[in-house]
């Protein structure tokens, strides 16, 4: 992913100048003429570099660099200061800025070298805050040891690079969105939102206007200010449509467009709006089966399940449990205030036996549950529920 640079500075020309020529170079650029404004930006982590002129209308332009020390994506600051305020430089350098020019520039040749070092910082600390961001999401995320489950993980990886579309199927429970989550966390998306859409929880009348957005009083019921869709809001990051089976077909051929054309218009609109979104799509209900009955479209369905992840159900994975229950122990530990560390061998043969229809999330509450039942320092039979214990010999 390249960077994107924001051009602060109040004098519409000056600013201009160096936004239109990195512009033709093929760089993206935000422009703001207000310290306001580029707060803003920079707050909704949309720049990775920031060109800066100090001397702003409303402020001071070096209170951004104290500003961003609060932020978890600190941009690069490249300062510009006026002839004879040689000072304002040094100030900015201290504060972290990587490079200062002065007033005023007649050859952006040396502003756009500067640049392009700020470009190489921005990769490498990319680089580096994905490679933390990895150890942490998997640490949250157990693989196991199932055969089948780490090659899902390695593809998800692998999807996550290349910002592939994704299809996740499995029943209910067996950890779709924790897996949408994690190619969030492990790839080059990580800074840019996750925006997850529910299709079953948002009337069909109304899926529309929530993706796409819709112009001022587009339809009737509209709000008479413009609204961006949900699809605009996740521009360079992740687009998590969750339950994508209850989506109506009139709007699958919609999406299957804006997939396709990486472009959009809102409701009542007529400017197409570009956008860069990977597509996570989720489903437990059996797509193929929905293609059969023409409730869902074939061509949608191969265009989301460019890799295709369908998660095992936890009765085909009963080797994971132990590793399972020891991070559901640890968490539900720190959230209930507790110190139940164990279980019992009995009790958890009887959960290796049992067939987990809800899966993992069933699991969790299983867990919950016994810690809550339990005065002991580990988890017994006796404070597993008895659907979980009437089959079990042991
Ligand atoms: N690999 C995993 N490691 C740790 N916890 C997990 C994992 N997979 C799922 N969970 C836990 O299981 C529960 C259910 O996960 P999730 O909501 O992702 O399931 P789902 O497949 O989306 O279910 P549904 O189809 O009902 O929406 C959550 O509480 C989640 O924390
Ligand atoms: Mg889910």
Redesign the pocket.
Known sequence: MSATILVVDDVDTAREAIADSLRKDGKEVLEAGTLKKAKQYLEQSKADICVLDIKLPDGNGLSLLDDVNKMAWKPKFIVITAYGEIDNAVEAMKKGAIDFFTKPIDDLKALKMSIERAEELVEMQRELNHLRNAQTATS?????KNPR?KSLVDLAQRAAEASASVL?T?????????????IHQVGPRQQKPFIAVNCAAIANTLLESELFGHEANAFTGASNKRKNGLMEVADGGILFL??ISSMPLDMQAKLLRAIEEHAFRRVGGTTLIRVDVQIIA???QNLKELIRQGDFREDLYYRLKVVDLD?PPLRKRREDLPE?VG??LR?SNMAMGTNIQDITPRAMEALKAYDWPG???E??NTIERAIIFCDDPAIDVNHLPMEITENYAG
């Open positions: 949250k995320f157990i693989v196991g489950m996740i499995g029943e209910s429970g067996t950890g779709k969105e924790v897996m949408a989550t994690f969750d339950e989720a489903s437990n998660i399972l991070l559901l968490q899966n993992i999330r699991l969790r």
